[in-house]
């Protein structure tokens, strides 16, 4: 028996009805949406919380990385070698450490304490008075000591005009470094953190191996894991390469300045070092403290501060640095220039030693993303 049409069009349009409401999808309920929303914005919240709470610490936090990083293979070597007796390893380590930062930061900052009022002294005078007279082993000079005595007035009365105008300017720069020494405690407090830091640290070197495994693999797998391998690696081989070649390189240069009896030597030691960490070298150091020495009449230590530098200081650099960088990472020097100096800018005087290893880091890092297939396995 035939249906009736009206019955046949309302069966297909409700045919087509279920399809069209078959094909839609199903909206999630909102309390279950807000159910998976709400632990991730409290885990983003604790961890502003905490990242506000600890910024203070953030360059101790980070340089106690670096060195924990840095000293993890010298310290398992230790600790193998003392029959696996974690507390004296952690203690040699700590006290190491603490010689090689904490006692060379003390002297750096009581010199410039010492040296920064006689700095506001002379611009003072600079700016009232100009130079005073050329020393007399320069005027005695044959044939070029008149030449150089009025080359000596001419530029004492620029710098004198240079120092009226720029007085307040560099009287600024010079009151924020008596800031940035007067500020001696929350320095050191800071080197302090780290050491401790990268004691415990390497204290709990397995755990925290472990620990960080976990972390990358749970971020993003093997890739993650293999990147973290390689900023290990990269902060290892900068703080060898390019901080332990400019150590030793000053180590060097301070020895001459020491028996030379150069006022404030250990500023000039710190100087030295940032020359040699961006690459420069300490040419710009030892030759002036030469010349230096000769106007004041030591001609005997004027020219052994620069023999010294010329010969032992230029073997260091020629042999000592590039085994070094061999062993470790080689970045352009305008990086090691921006990261001493950004660091210092950003972090302080503990900038200096950690801007260049974070920029190291970076740069291998963009380097090894381009080309993942580079990462060690």
Not at 67 to 90: D, E, M, S, W
Not at 242 to 262: D, I, N, P, R
Request: charged content about 10%.
């Amino acid at each position: 028996m035939d249906e009736p049409s009206g019955t046949g069009k309302k069966t297909k349009e409700s045919k087509q009805g279920t399809g069209q409401e078959a094909s839609r999808p199903i909206a999630k309920p909102r309390g279950e949406l807000l159910e998976k929303l709400a632990p991730i914005g409290l885990v983003l919240a604790v961890l502003l919380v905490g990242l506000l709470t600890l910024s203070p610490f953030l360059p101790a936090i980070l340089w106690g990385a670096v060195l924990a990083v840095a000293v993890a293979p010298l310290h398992q070597r230790l600790l193998a070698a003392i029959g696996n007796r974690k507390t004296l390893a952690a203690a040699i380590t700590g006290t190491g450490l603490s010689l090689c930062f904490i006692v060379p930061a003390i002297g750096i900052a009581r010199a410039l304490a010492a040296f920064l009022p006689s700095a506001l002294n002379w611009i003072e005078g600079v700016a009232l008075n100009g130079l005073n007279r050329p020393p007399e082993p320069v005027l005695n000079l044959p044939l070029i000591g008149e030449s150089i005595g009025g080359l000596w007035q001419s530029l004492g009365t620029d710098l004198s005009s240079v120092a009226t105008h720029f007085r307040d300017e560099l009287k600024t720069l010079l009151v924020w470094l008596a800031y940035e020494t007067e500020v001696l405690g929350a320095f050191i407090l800071e080197f302090a953190i780290g050491i401790i830091l990268a004691v415990v640290l390497v204290y709990h070197f397995d755990r925290v191996a472990d620990l960080s495994q976990k972390f990358f693999n749970r971020l993003g797998g093997t890739f993650a894991q293999r990147m973290a391998a390689q900023s290990a690696r990269t902060t290892r081989h900068t703080v060898v390469g390019v901080l332990g070649a400019a150590l030793a390189q000053t180590l060097v240069a301070t020895f001459s300045y020491v028996v030379a009896g150069v006022p404030g030597w250990i500023i000039w030691a710190g100087i030295t070092f940032i020359l040699s960490l961006i690459q420069i070298g300490p040419a710009l150091v030892f030759v002036p403290i030469s010349i230096w020495l000769w106007t004041q009449g030591q001609l005997g230590k004027a020219i052994f501060v620069l023999v010294w530098g010329l010969v032992v200081v230029n073997l260091v650099d020629n042999i000592v640095r590039p085994w070094l960088v061999s062993k470790g990472a080689h970045i352009p020097a305008i990086l090691a220039f921006l990261g001493a100096l950004g660091g210092l800018v950003q972090w302080g005087l503990v900038g200096v030693f950690l801007g260049p290893v974070v920029v190291a880091v970076c740069y291998e890092m963009i380097l090894k993303w381009i080309e993942p297939d580079n990462l060690p396995r």
